[in-house]
């Protein structure tokens, strides 16, 4: 029943922009941290963006200036607006959606959606 579904991606040139979007049922949206993450072939799955409940936010190093993550409760759904992207940021992005303490722990994920870019 708890489902994340990302859209958004395709192919971008680099400098090129694209918006990810996330929406999630099943889970009391506003108590959750969100992130994505994204995952290349032979590569381990790492963070790209984390937003908390409270809109404490967490980039990685390699996007910061570039990347913005937000999140709409009204709407259950997260954001990540990518600027300036290269050929690097070329990855499955997925969609992550954690309870913290003094909830319940819980972590979901969604399938995913590609991203490349290149000329």
């Known amino acids: 029943q708890v489902q994340l579904v990302e859209s958004g991606g395709g192919l971008v040139q680099p400098g090129g922009s694209l918006r990810l979007s996330c929406a999630a049922s099943g889970i009391i949206f506003s108590v959750y941290t969100m992130g994505w993450y994204r995952q290349e072939p032979g590569k381990q799955r790492e963070l790209v963006a984390r937003i908390t409940r409270v809109s404490t936010i967490t980039y990685a190093d390699s996007v910061k200036g570039r990347f913005t993550i937000s999140r709409d409760n009204a709407k259950n759904t997260v954001s990540l607006q990518m600027d300036s992207l290269k050929p690097e940021d070329t990855a499955v992005y997925y969609c992550?959606?954690?309870?913290?303490?003094?909830?319940?722990?819980?972590?979901?994920w969604g399938q995913g959606t590609p991203v490349t870019v290149s000329s």
């Open positions: 992550n959606a954690e309870s913290l303490p003094p909830w319940p722990s819980k972590s979901y």
